[in-house]
């Protein structure tokens, strides 16, 4: 949002444009991370702006003593009404839905641009966070990645702070039950997710048995899009080998480049110069197999992500 969007700007609306870009990447933050969607956070952006030009009769800074608190109450409320809108347009999903990812344009781990946010979290536990409430999810987005207290959380989603502590309290369980709190080392990772395109491209079978883990699980979300794209997950060390080595519906010269999607090494599957599948790979706690893959082939999903030349 700029300055030059806003026809007929006077002097309050240009003070409040001015705030509004300078909180714009953390209310990106915190909205992506409640919904796993980079087309319905812009969305929900849009709609905390027009409603923040809207208060005051044109003067969105009259009386708030703190925009940035009013400003994230704003998109978090936003983002739990389109919450809903994104849990029923899941229930008619063709096959698993993951969430749309985060793409890094270059191979660097200082790689920043307005694409990737450093707060955003992996692909793996938003996943997990799917499986909490609307309000677990943001009371857990906003106090275990973004440090809020309880008592201002209870201001952003208007419950009471012990409401708040209750939500916090399930969603740390629920969340802790499904993830190990481990983070894999960088190296470690580009290493296991190097091997793992090797053994898959080259179709060598004994070579990923060595990678998988036993209870390894597949993703892959097409939306139906992609030929032949599996409907279900895929569990266990033989299946995901077999699908891996099927060599089925991916582009006739693939061609992959490594990248930093939400925050961690992964491998970006391009056709030409297009993004055609976005790989991420989860790890064990040891760091040696892999116990989760997740394949994001939607082109819907796909279209933010920069091109290969970029």
């Known amino acids: 949002m700029t300055q030059s969007s ?8 240009d003070a409040a444009t001015r705030v509004f870009v300078d909180h714009r990447e953390l209310l990106f933050g915190v909205v992506y991370n409640i919904l796993g969607s980079v087309a319905d956070t812009e969305d929900v952006l849009q709609e905390t702006w027009l409603s923040w030009t809207a208060r005051g009769g044109g003067a969105p800074l ?65 996943v997990v966070l799917e499986s909490l409430t609307p309000l677990e999810r943001a009371v857990f987005v906003l106090g275990e990645v973004f440090g809020y207290p309880h008592a201002e959380i209870a201001e952003v989603i208007d419950r009471s702070p012990a409401a708040v502590r209750q939500l916090a309290h399930r969603a740390r369980e629920h969340v802790h039950a499904r993830r190990p709190r481990y983070e894999a080392h960088p190296r470690v990772r580009r290493e296991a997710t190097e091997r793992f395109v090797r ?31 599996g409907l279900r997950p895929v569990h266990g060390r033989d299946k995901v080998a077999r699908l891996l080595t099927a060599g089925r519906g991916g582009p006739d010269h693939p061609v992959w480049r490594y990248r ?23 790890l064990t706690p040891q760091g040696d197999r892999v116990r989760g893959i997740y394949v994001v082939a939607n082109p819907d999903k796909l279209a933010h992500l920069p091109r290969a030349a970029e």
């Open 6 to 13: 806003v026809p007929g700007t006077d002097a309050p609306l």
């Open 199 to 229: 053994a898959a491209l080259g179709g060598d079978i004994a070579e990923l048995m060595e990678v998988l883990a036993p209870d390894v699980t597949a993703w892959t979300d097409a939306g139906g899009r992609r030929r032949r794209a």
């Open 62 to 126: 009259a009386g708030v003593d703190n925009p940035r608190a009013y400003l994230v109450r704003v998109a978090v409320n936003h983002a739990l009404r389109r919450r809903a809108v994104i849990n029923r347009r899941q229930e008619t999903y063709v096959g698993p839905w993951l969430p749309e990812p985060l793409v890094a344009p270059e191979d660097t781990e200082t790689a920043e641009t307005p694409a990737l946010r450093s707060e955003s979290v992996s692909l793996a536990m938003l």
């Open 260 to 282: 930093r999607v939400n925050g961690d090494d992964a491998a970006v599957l391009f056709d030409g110069d297009a993004p055609f599948a976005v790989l991420v790979l989860d």
